[in-house]
């Protein structure tokens, strides 16, 4: 794993993105934000951009998390994906949560919430002590 594990955040909403990176670099993570499933794409078709896991709200401006979570997992075959949502999830991002290293996560979230979910990553995802 790298010295400091990176979260990319996605959400159209900036106070959500804020408030995921406070809590995210609280707990020692790297953060990189994203405010539409476009942008987050190009922060993951960037490999010298290390990333540990993706946080995706599920309703984007310009696509749905699942779609999001397709396409990224396509260029990063693994990464872990945590869906968050004010609202119950459609099926199709349920049926996501079938596979390895996919979470939800409803809002609105804790600290200790999000933290939680790192501890479930196979491996484990948590920032490396320096």
Known sequence: MPSSATI???DDDPSIRRLARRMLSSLGFETHEAATGQEALK???T???PLTAMLTDMNLPDMQGDALCDWA???RPGLPVIFFSGAPLRESARLHLNTPNTFHLPKPFTKEAIGS???KFTPPC???AS
Do not use: A, G, Q, T
């Open 73 to 75: 997992r396509n260029l």
């Open 47 to 49: 490999k010298s951009i």
């Open 126 to 128: 948590h920032p490396s």
């Open 117 to 119: 979910l790192f501890d």
């Open 8 to 10: 990319l955040v996605v």
């Open 43 to 45: 922060h993951i078709e």
